[in-house]
C-alpha cells in the first residue's frame, strides 16, 4: 500500500501560480508511474500530468506549457507547478501512484485531493 499526501491546494486569481505536493510513504523511486489528476463539479476525473521514474514527462494538451510535474527523491515527493492558471483549472486535484508487478499487473494509490480555485 502507498499513502499519498497533497498539499498546497488554495485560492488564486486567473493568472497566477501555484505549486501543490504530493508526499508518499515510500520511496518514489520504486514507484512506476506518479501523476496528477484532477475532477471539476460535474466532470469526470483527467489526468493533468504524469511522470515516471525514468523521468519521463506526460502533459494533457489543456496544461501544456503551463504546468511542469517534477520529482524530489530523496523528499519522496512529486510536485505540480502550475502557471497562467485559468477560472477552468478550478478542480479538486489527486495524487496517483501507479505501480505494475513483474506478472503484468497494475495497483493505483489515489490520495485525498486538494481544492485548487481559480477565481477573481
Known amino acids: 500500500q502507498v499513502q499519498l499526501v497533497e498539499s498546497g491546494g488554495d485560492l488564486v486569481r486567473p493568472g497566477g501560480s501555484l505549486r501543490v505536493s504530493c508526499t508518499a510513504s515510500?520511496?518514489?523511486?520504486?514507484?512506476?508511474?506518479m501523476g496528477w489528476y484532477r475532477q471539476a463539479p460535474g466532470k469526470e476525473r483527467e489526468l493533468v500530468a504524469d511522470?515516471?521514474?525514468?523521468?519521463?514527462?506526460m502533459y494533457a494538451d489543456s496544461v501544456k506549457g503551463r504546468f511542469t510535474i517534477y520529482r524530489d527523491n530523496a523528499k519522496n515527493t512529486v510536485y505540480l507547478q502550475m502557471n497562467s492558471l485559468k477560472p477552468e483549472d478550478t478542480a479538486v486535484y489527486y495524487c496517483?501512484?501507479?505501480?505494475?508487478?513483474?506478472?503484468?499487473?497494475?495497483?493505483?494509490?489515489w490520495g485525498q485531493g486538494t481544492q485548487v480555485t481559480v477565481s477573481s
Open positions: 511522470i515516471t521514474n525514468g523521468g519521463s514527462r
Open positions: 515510500e520511496n518514489i523511486f520504486s514507484i512506476n508511474v
Open positions: 496517483n501512484a501507479r505501480k505494475y508487478t513483474e506478472y503484468g499487473e497494475q495497483y493505483d494509490y
